[in-house]
């Protein structure tokens, strides 16, 4: 399978604790992406790569997330001190090209629930 | 500021009923992306289309087929002869010419009856 793959599927965790995401993209896509997606909801855009190197953050992204990608391949998303509200799936999208005229593909999500 | 609107919350067809599914878009961007995306229960969004602003003819792919109207500014999905598996929740997002993230509206959640 060549998709965009996710890990966990599912994570729970106990409020306070910190948690941590990765996404392997496409093969050979230079663009990742991470989204957050809540109930009811589309996705929201969190940040951007293009290589190693994150060109875009949201204003969502408040200090407790943090993400990489080393070595411009798989990358990492961490919530520190996780919330209720950080409840969500979290999505990773990849795509390839340096314009706009590219579509991004989906992983499966991570589901994240805080108790 | 960009933004989607789908209007539609819920639709529920009966199944090889047609059904369109409506997209109404914001930005200031003269050049910009459209996309639909379909997201079934398993979870993962499924590409379905791509649109440039620069381009405004419908488009036909089996039994979807698109309308881009820049007049309006909407970007409607229409599903020919519905199905079972054609249940789902529907995105439509834009994307600006000078931004990589995607504006997504809340989707529609489809529902085909056998």
């Known amino acids: 399978d060549t998709g965009v793959s996710q890990d966990p599927r599912h994570k729970i965790t106990k409020r306070g604790q910190n948690v941590t995401f990765r996404c392997d993209p496409i093969?050979?896509?230079?663009?990742l992406y991470w989204y957050r997606q809540t109930l009811g909801q589309g996705p929201e855009f969190l940040t951007y790569?293009?290589?190693?190197?994150?060109?875009?953050k949201s204003r969502l992204l408040s200090d407790r997330f943090s993400a990489e990608r080393p070595k411009g391949s798989f990358s990492t998303l961490e919530i520190q001190r996780t919330e209720q509200g950080d409840s969500a799936m979290y999505l990773c999208?990849?795509?390839?090209?340096?314009?706009?005229?590219?579509?991004?593909?989906f992983g499966q999500g991570t589901r994240l629930t805080v108790v | 500021a960009q933004k989607v609107t789908q209007a539609q919350t819920e639709i529920s067809v009966v199944e090889k009923e047609d059904v369109t599914l409506d997209c109404v878009y914001e930005?200031?961007?003269?050049?910009?992306?459209l996309f639909w995306y379909k997201q079934p229960p398993s979870g993962e969004l499924v590409f379905l289309i791509r649109?440039?602003?620069?381009?405004?003819q419908n488009e036909i792919s089996g039994r979807y087929s698109w309308n881009f109207q820049k007049s309006t500014s909407s970007f409607n999905f229409t599903i020919t002869a519905s199905q079972v598996v054609d249940s789902a929740v529907y995105f439509c997002?834009?994307?600006?010419?000078?931004?990589?993230?995607?504006?997504f509206g809340t989707g529609t959640l489809l529902a085909v009856q056998p």
């Open positions: 999208a990849s795509s390839q090209g340096t314009g706009g005229n590219t579509e991004a593909f």
């Open positions: 093969s050979e896509h230079n663009r």
């Open positions: 790569f293009q290589n190693e190197a994150q060109l875009e």
């Open positions: 930005t200031r961007d003269t050049t910009y992306y």
């Open positions: 649109r440039n602003s620069f381009d405004e």
């Open positions: 997002a834009l994307r600006g010419g000078a931004t990589n993230k995607l504006i």
